[in-house]
């Protein structure tokens, strides 16, 4: 079975920086898809970043991006010039080609954006 | 477009007590779940479907029942509440895209508490 593992529960980072989240995911399969969800205090999950397996270059939104390493099976995501309205939970999540949108969520980092 | 919509958004409900939460979805997704999510937990898969007429198991069913008898809607049963399932509950709808899976639409949620 595939599992997701955000081994940071909390981070803050200050407004204008750079800060990085880390997920790290188990599985057998070789082809797969990633993503990055946002939860703020609305409660609602918005979709960050996507990154399919086979493909090689990380995915960037802005001033969203991820450094996957598909052989350390690691997809951490970066936010750059950080903003107050980027204070958030934030959910790493891992879906395998084909499974019928059966995705895999990760514990989840909250992340505070400080003024 | 209204995307998912959920309801209710907040509900109390007794121990022993059923209901059901409404999920409908107007964007021809086939696929449709639902998760819980607790804190320090990330999002937990309860049952998920592929199509009208197909559903299936995920991580956590006991205690719930799901029906997909059109492509829009996919209800939530609680057939007997216990204080256990007090959570906050996701819908979420997706489909494949030209360029392959672009990962959930998600409802707004609901928050059950059992007491």
């Known amino acids: 079975a595939q599992t997701v593992t955000q081994s940071q529960p909390e981070m803050s980072v200050q407004e204008a920086e750079t800060v990085t989240l880390s997920c790290t995911y188990d599985?057998?399969?070789?082809?797969?898809?990633l993503f990055w969800y946002k939860q703020p205090p609305s409660r609602q999950m918005i979709l960050v970043i996507r990154?399919?397996?086979?493909?090689?270059q990380n995915a960037t939104e802005n001033r969203f991006s991820v450094n996957f390493q598909k052989a350390a099976k690691s997809f951490s995501l970066k936010i750059s010039d950080s903003q107050l309205g980027d204070t958030a939970m934030y959910f790493c999540?891992?879906?395998?080609?084909?499974?019928?949108?059966?995705?895999?969520f990760g514990q989840g980092t909250e992340l505070s954006v400080k003024p | 477009n209204a995307g998912v919509t959920q309801t209710p958004k907040f509900q109390v409900l007794k121990t022993g007590q059923s209901m059901t939460l409404q999920c409908a979805q107007d964007?021809?997704?086939?696929?449709m779940s639902w998760y819980r999510q607790d804190p320090g937990m990330g999002l937990r898969l309860i049952h998920y479907?592929?199509?009208?007429?197909?559903?299936d198991q995920g991580e956590v069913p006991n205690g719930y029942n799901v029906s997909r008898s059109t492509t829009e809607d996919f209800p939530l049963r609680l057939l007997s509440a216990a204080p256990s399932q007090t959570s906050v509950y996701f819908c979420?709808?997706?489909?494949?895209?030209?360029?392959?899976?672009?990962?959930?639409?998600f409802g707004s949620g609901t928050r059950l508490t059992v007491v």
């Open positions: 990154q399919e397996a086979y493909k090689q």
């Open positions: 999540a891992f879906m395998k080609h084909g499974a019928g949108g059966k995705l895999i």
């Open positions: 964007m021809n997704h086939e696929y």
């Open positions: 599985t057998s399969e070789n082809n797969y898809y």
């Open positions: 979420a709808s997706s489909t494949n895209g030209q360029g392959g899976y672009y990962g959930y639409t």
């Open positions: 479907s592929v199509g009208a007429g197909i559903t």
